[in-house]
């Protein structure tokens, strides 16, 4: 498999870059579907055959909705049935490559006296283009998408490479003119392109898959840590799960726009959110609204869920159905978003946590500001803000107790550790140089999101460090640039002495 | 700073002359060229801590660098960087070889090696240490799974630059160990970026000299327990040769024969047995090789077990230049081969004439210390010594100095020494005798204690007396050398290689002209030095 982390992946991106500048324009988009599926095929031919199937799959579904569109006398209901079994057939794939061995254990013990065992596929990104074809063909039914006729110009869509590890999940009517129209070289795009893709590799290599080191130690051998080792694993954990997912957005993003190909931004400085649903929408944005354009609204807007207002209304009042009505469409999402990271209960857990803490901040919203009035907060100060992004900081860092121990026993056990004993002395007497860093290393990292802290909030100050960056003299933005790619080929980890890990998205 | 503001605006000006009117393609080629600049100067700054002290000594760095020079090569395992003195050679023979032996060389690295140096070289011999043949590939296999950093195969393929041989190279290392991450073969920064962590001052610093001596390695140590050698003589594990192991032999008598130069099978270790110099023979006569077992001559050589081995398996310098004696001879009997000492072009070698005699000097020197059979003889030899290269450290235990006798008194005295020792009693004394002068410290019932710096080697010397509660010690760096003894203790450190010649004490209390002691642990015990040679160990 090509890694975004590896020399093979520097070598096919330059000569597929090089490969597209070359060919004619009405051409290129070819070029990109061949290095897609290159690509792809790099990662075994079996999979190859399930984004061939789940393409296939959408594209026989669109077509027959549109041919019915089209005929002298559409059937609404000819439609919905065939949308249901092109989603049915594509979410198969996806169940099979995400719950196949549960499933097939469960089945065996049920009906088979041998336990069942098969090796089950597990595409690249199958999650990730899954959903890009569903949306598809839901905007397809919906009429608010035209039917892509030529179905290699569809299979590019889905399986353009630089997005297919991590997402993000484009929609068909932002992506696909863009990869079809061919594109002029543009320097100023090459640029910064790359300013992106180096931004990228370091928030990677240097600092997530150096604080990676410490959650995997820590929380790999949990029996010999107690108290708040934990809570800085944790942290530690959060660290390198943002840079980790935002670096290879931002690799897929840059390479993207050295071919002027502009992708949907999947992060808007999450760590600076003042509530858990604002997080949500500055996180992995293209799953968010995924989810409200093609889950939320249409069970918002369903009949069933009227009905039940209306129901609850007469007998509960008003207020107790509006939140229903806001409550069972955040609660069915946020199951389906804990089931798309994983199948575990972990999982479920997890999304149930975030469905819980974003229902309640929803329902009890109202009271929460009528306190703040009563206490006479002032809610614009600095103090304030920073009590918010760091209460939203520390859900999510919880949040990533529930899943990085990968069993909700272990989950529960390290609680218990953290709560034993109050060891404080661990941030004075040299104990986080022995968890998976040592001192230097340590420092290294520490710097790293510094600097990564900075960026950002220069970032959320309107800052466009890029342009920033463009208009510094020669000489400086070279040194920049230099320095920049220096650090990473010194500070980051790869290689066979420190081998770095893949990508944390890419297994969902 | 003028100077520098003026050096900006003439790079501006150029700049603005004749890259910016360009198109941005110049701009591009030149920051990925200044790039590229850039990692090669870190990639040398960050392989530099990896090289301990057997990396460093590359021989195939000069081959590259001095084409179509050497007369003969020496391949294999460690022995073979070791156990012969390719200057020497150069010195007494006027023969120009390298070695290009690393440690555990497996064979079919020394082939790679050997490949790569005749597409460099002409050589007329290429001698193959037969430790490399005996090498299973299961042994390999296990020592590189033990070894994460994979730092032996990094010390041969490395120093290959012929693609088509490192790619074959890494092919048979990935059949050998599986999975390997080729690029760290390739790109030096991708296996030693790491090194940053372990960088220094010293790293930055280009070295004085050559730190290399055509691929030798020097050894100073003397091993002083015999007795350990001749267990590893029962050496039994296995060594039937591997159809791998022939296969490799087979193609080294190839490629020198394409080269036209012969391949000699050379044993160079002494812990050979008659298994496998038997296994070894019968290979060399399957591919008409010659075949030499040092095993065979060591009355010829004079080697001396108890003197010439740095530890059971590695000759020291004194043991390598009788055995390069051995090959040179053998060499100028069988073949013809111009003088090089007459040739300007291997200046290389005339410079390293002087290192080199500094380094007979102390292997010598250390030799003869370890050699004085008593007190007399010990002082002897230390009155001989250079004093700009050795520091002498000396402190009295539990003096009595009841039987030190006028002569070796005079001797002291010849070494610097003002204070007469024969008629002190219950006092403390140290000496610390170099370069800088005699530095001595005398004290009557109480303790003495003496401390010094030199090139950045700490001495500190400590005699106790009759009524002080501290131990007679010497230390070297922190390290403890000798202590608790009896009598005279003597600690002799050469500066130049930064080693301790000797270290031991004479018990003047007790004995006329004692013989040297050495304090091993808590006790006390006289160093046992075997007096039998070496002999075949055979199992039947």
């Excluded at chain 1, 819980?356 to 304030?384: E, G, M, N, P, R």
């Excluded at chain 1, 510094?472 to 920049?484: D, G, N």
């Excluded at chain 2, 590229?36 to 990896?50: E, R």
């Excluded at chain 2, 539990?398 to 070796?408: A, V, Y």
Aim: charged share 20%; aromatic share 14%.
């Amino acid at each position: 498999m090509i890694n975004f982390i590896s020399i093979q992946f520097l070598i096919f991106a330059t000569a597929t870059l090089i490969l597209y500048f070359l060919t004619p324009i009405r051409f290129r988009w070819t070029v990109l579907l061949v290095a897609s599926m290159f690509f792809y095929a790099c990662t075994g031919l079996n999979a190859l055959i399930f984004i061939l199937l789940s393409a296939n799959t959408a594209y026989v579904t669109a077509r027959s909705i549109e041919d019915n569109y089209n005929s002298s006398t559409p059937n609404q209901k000819r439609n919905l049935f065939t949308l249901l079994s092109g989603i049915t057939i594509t979410l198969c794939f996806l169940i099979y490559s995400k719950a196949g061995n549960a499933l097939a254990s469960a089945i065996s013990a049920i009906f088979l006296a041998k336990p069942l065992t098969f090796q089950v596929i597990v595409p690249l990104g199958i999650s990730y283009y899954t959903f890009s074809i569903i949306g598809y063909m839901m905007d397809v039914y919906r009429k608010q998408q035209a039917v892509e006729h030529n179905f290699f110009k569809f299979l590019l869509y889905m399986s353009y490479f630089p997005q297919i590890l991590q997402g993000s999940i484009p929609r068909y009517r932002t992506l696909a003119p863009q990869l079809f129209t061919g594109h002029l070289f543009c320097y100023k795009n090459m640029c910064y392109g790359m300013q992106r893709m180096i931004w990228g590799y370091f928030k990677k290599m240097v600092i997530a898959d150096r604080f990676a080191l410490i959650s995997s130690e820590v929380f790999g051998n949990y029996d010999s840590y107690e108290g708040l080792i934990f809570v800085v694993a944790a942290i530690c954990a959060t660290i390198e799960l943002y840079c980790d997912f935002s670096g290879c957005i931002d690799i897929a993003l840059g390479f993207s726009e050295i071919l002027s190909i502009h992708l949907d931004e999947n992060f808007r400085r999450p760590f600076y959110s003042r509530s858990a649903a604002e997080f949500w929408h500055r996180w992995h944005i293209t799953l968010g609204t995924w989810f409200k354009d093609y889950v939320y609204m249409p069970i918002v807007s369903s009949h069933m869920i009227s009905k039940l207002c209306q129901k609850t209304g007469k007998l509960f009042g008003r207020h107790f159905a509006k939140n229903i009505m806001s409550a069972i469409p955040l609660a069915i999402i946020w199951i389906l978003t804990g089931l798309w990271h994983g199948t575990g209960a972990n999982y479920l857990v997890w999304g149930c946590y975030w469905g819980l803490i974003i229902i309640f901040s929803t329902i009890f919203a109202t009271d929460y500001k009528k306190i703040i009035v009563k206490l006479h907060i002032q809610t614009d100060s600095i103090f304030y803000k920073n009590f918010q992004i760091l209460r939203t900081c520390l859900i999510y860092v919880i949040s990533r107790l529930i899943t990085v121990p990968g069993d909700l026993r272990v989950t529960w056990k390290i609680i218990q550790r953290i709560f034993s004993e109050f060891n404080i002395w661990i941030f004075f007497d040299e104990s986080l140089y022995h968890i998976g860093l040592d001192r230097k290393d340590f420092w290294v990292g520490t710097i790293s999101v510094l600097i990564l802290w900075k960026v950002s909030s220069l970032q959320e100050k309107g800052v466009k460090i890029r342009d920033k960056i463009a208009s510094y003299p020669l000489i400086l933005r070279w040194c920049i640039y230099f320095a920049s790619i220096l650090a990473i080929l010194i500070f980051g980890i790869y290689g066979s002495k420190q081998a770095g890990k893949t990508f944390i998205y890419m297994s969902y | 700073m003028k100077s520098a503001f003026q050096c900006i605006k003439h790079i501006k000006t150029l700049y603005k002359q004749y890259i910016k009117p360009q198109n941005k393609l110049l701009k591009s080629i030149l920051f990925l060229s200044i790039l590229a600049a850039l990692t090669i100067i870190v990639q040398n700054i960050l392989k530099s801590p990896i090289d301990g002290s057997w990396a460093a000594q590359s021989g195939m760095e000069i081959v590259h660098k001095y084409p179509k020079s050497y007369d003969a090569c020496f391949l294999g395992s460690s022995t073979a960087i070791s156990n012969i003195s390719n200057q020497h050679l150069y010195e007494k023979y006027g023969i120009a070889s390298v070695s290009l032996g690393e440690p555990e060389q497996p064979l079919y690295l020394a082939r790679y090696t050997l490949e790569e140096f005749l597409n460099y070289q002409s050589p007329k011999v290429v001698f193959l240490d037969t430790k490399s043949i005996l090498y299973g590939d299961n042994y390999f296999k296990s020592r590189i799974g033990n070894d994460g950093n994979h730092i032996m195969l990094h010390q041969s393929i490395d120093s290959i630059r012929t693609y088509k041989i490192k790619k074959q190279a890494l092919k048979d290392t990935a059949t050998i160990i599986g999975d390997i991450d080729k690029w760290n073969y390739y790109s030096p920064l991708y296996y030693s970026h790491t090194n940053w962590k372990n960088l220094s001052y010293e790293h930055f610093k280009k070295p004085d000299k050559p730190d290399y001596m055509n691929g030798n390695v020097v050894l100073f140590n003397v091993a002083e327990n015999c007795a350990e050698i001749y267990n590893m003589g029962n050496y039994n594990s296995s060594y039937s040769l591997s159809p791998q192991a022939e296969r490799y032999v087979s193609e080294m008598a190839d490629l020198c024969n394409a080269a036209k130069c012969d391949l000699v099978l050379v044993t160079s270790y002494v812990f050979s047995n008659k298994k496998q110099h038997n296994a070894i023979m019968a290979l060399s006569k399957k591919y008409q090789l010659k075949y030499i077992d040092i095993n065979e001559f060591t009355t010829k050589t004079r080697f001396q077990h108890q003197l010439d081995l740095a530890d059971p398996v590695h000759f020291n310098l004194s043991g390598s230049i009788k055995w390069s004696d051995f090959l040179g001879n053998y060499l100028q009997n069988n073949y013809k081969f111009p003088d090089r000492r007459k040739d300007t072009s291997y200046r290389r070698f005339e410079e390293q004439k002087e290192v080199f005699r500094q380094q007979k000097d102390c292997i010598y020197t250390r030799q003869k210390l370890l050699s004085a059979t008593s007190f007399y003889q010990y002082l002897t030899v230390l009155t001989h010594l250079g004093k700009k290269d050795h520091v002498i450290l000396i402190s009295a235990a539990n003096s009595k100095m009841t039987h030190l006798t006028k002569l070796e008194q005079k001797l002291l005295s010849e070494l610097g020494l003002k204070t007469d020792l024969s008629s002190k009693k219950n006092c403390g004394y140290v000496a610390i005798i170099s370069e800088n002068g005699v530095q001595e410290s005398f004290s009557f019932l109480n303790s003495a204690r003496a401390e010094e710096t030199l090139n950045k080697a700490s001495f500190q010397v400590i005699s106790n007396s009759a009524e002080g509660s501290e131990i007679s010690s010497i230390k070297i760096n922190g390290q403890e050398m000798i202590q608790g003894g009896n009598g005279l203790h003597f600690a002799v450190y050469n500066t130049r290689f930064n080693i301790v010649s000797s270290s031991c004490f004479f018990d003047i209390n007790a004995y006329v002209n004692p013989a040297p002691r050495k304090v091993t642990t808590a006790g006390t015990g006289t160093i046992q030095y075997a007096t039998e040679p070496n002999v075949w160990k055979d199992e039947e």
